[in-house]
């Protein structure tokens, strides 16, 4: 199903043209994250949808996003620029404005993914996972207050994490499905924001919460519908800064997409010891 | 040591100011990679040096580089702007541009390292290898034709990859020591380079080489002076696109490089079958 749903991805990502090189979008409160700001995937999924209007290639392929400024519920203008339209490879910048001021930067990389022909060969796998059905649903239709991308994005844990009960396991990685609520199967844009749709996995070391800096998203391949498996992992907290990288595997088993971002702790950086 | 050396890394990454937010520069011939061009961390962190005088704060944090076209040897111009200032974080971008055209985009977040307070936690472990004079020197005087990159970087492995030998094992993972050759220690821009200074992995599945789209390094720590050990990885070749994977650990063990870079094969694309 790729039906365009009220409050659905496709409504709330759209861009209209307002000149060259130049929309308008409107921010929705129905994308916040923790925090009670919008997510950082969904603003980069907003630019990025704008800026594919006016590459010459078809698909995303690497793109970079750093977070200026929190986005807030309301209009947005969207700049583009394409800074190289190459053969087989296009790059351009989008740039999201909020009340005048820079909330998003993102550059990107497009290609055509039917026409890479190159060599195949992976040395990972996707999660093993029970079916979604023999998962738990981890929000189980009880929503998290605030945090309304938790009402459109549906996650199912074979092992639900220890925060989520009030109790921090100190688990660093976690693996899960997920999909959009209102059934749209993802697609390389929907992938770029699903990314970044989950709790960040250091809420299991106690932590409250952390802001993303800097996002890049390789989008690998095009997704076969149904549900993601997701694999994240921080490995790396270093003076209250650190990475969480994603990985999405279709239900074809193959990896779409793999993104890094660099995050840094909420709190006053001094309720912790360093181990 | 950190003397600037004729042919060393501040003297080749030199910007003369030219104006506001604009400065000349040379892109030397002292650090072409396989293939004869410019290699690209020697590029970004040329783009980055520049910036980093406009920027008021100290330490690039996360960088993100796009590869527009080849950097030849020869004059270039680069262009700065500082997109926000804060307190904590401040993000600019920098375009290098040779002939009148683009060769390469950088944006990055800059911090104050020293001021970064917060919580410490790394589930992973700096390469185990045997002290650099017990290694190989994999190069040891020997060069190789036109990657004169290899005549300012030195690499020191305890087991030399099968490629170096003529004999590809496979192998798409590498551990192994580097350093400036003119002795002058690391800092962060420097890292910015070093982690784009070693040879693909996937020239150990018979690959001739790849070309580098996009380039994000995660600077998380100073580096300690001494020799740098170095992980590298590439888990996903998928239709002739590929992740790498790079890890710079100092003297001291710390962590204090983490880039990750999507490289297209080089090759015609119809060479190799999936396997």
Redesign the interface.
């Known amino acids: 199903m790729t039906a365009t749903t009220a409050g659905g991805f496709d409504a709330d990502t759209r861009a209209a043209r307002a000149g060259d090189n130049e929309y308008t979008a409107t921010v929705t409160d129905r994308w916040n994250a923790l925090g009670g700001t919008a997510n950082g995937g969904y603003l980069l999924a907003l630019c990025l949808q704008a800026l594919r209007r006016d590459m010459p290639l078809p698909d995303p392929?690497?793109v970079?996003a750093?977070f200026?400024?929190p986005g807030v519920p309301g209009p947005a203008r969207v700049r583009t620029e394409v800074?190289?339209a190459g053969r087989?490879?296009a790059?351009g910048?989008a740039r999201l404005h909020q009340g005048g001021k820079?909330a998003v930067?993102i550059?990107a990389?497009f290609t055509d993914?039917a026409r890479?022909?190159?060599?195949?060969?992976?040395?990972?796998a996707a999660p093993l996972l029970p079916p979604p059905d023999a998962c738990t649903d981890l929000l189980g239709g009880a929503g998290m207050p605030g945090v309304t991308i938790a009402e459109r994005v549906e996650y199912r844990f074979a092992r639900v994490p220890g925060w989520w009960r009030g109790e921090p396991g100190g688990e660093?990685t976690a693996e899960f499905w997920m999909r959009f609520k209102d059934g749209r199967d993802a697609d390389l844009p929907a992938l770029a924001l699903l990314v970044d749709a989950a709790a960040p996995v250091v809420l299991d070391?106690g932590?409250t919460g952390s802001s993303t800096?800097?996002l890049?998203v390789?989008l690998?391949?095009r997704p076969a519908p149904g549900w993601l498996a997701c694999r994240v992992t921080?490995?790396?907290?270093?003076?209250?800064?650190h990475?969480e990288d994603f990985e999405i595997w279709d239900s074809g088993g193959?990896?779409v997409a793999?993104a890094?971002q660099?995050a840094?702790?909420n709190?006053d950086?001094?309720?912790?010891?360093?181990?």
Not at 116 to 124: E, H, I
Not at 269 to 275: I, L, M, S
């Open positions: 392929l690497a970079s750093f200026l400024r800074a190289r087989r490879f790059t910048e820079e930067r550059c990389t993914l890479a022909a190159g060599r195949t060969l992976v040395r990972n660093l070391i932590e800096l800097q890049t390789h690998r391949a921080t490995r790396h907290i270093i003076d209250g800064h990475e193959a990896l793999q890094r660099l840094a702790l709190g950086g001094t309720r912790h010891r360093t181990p």
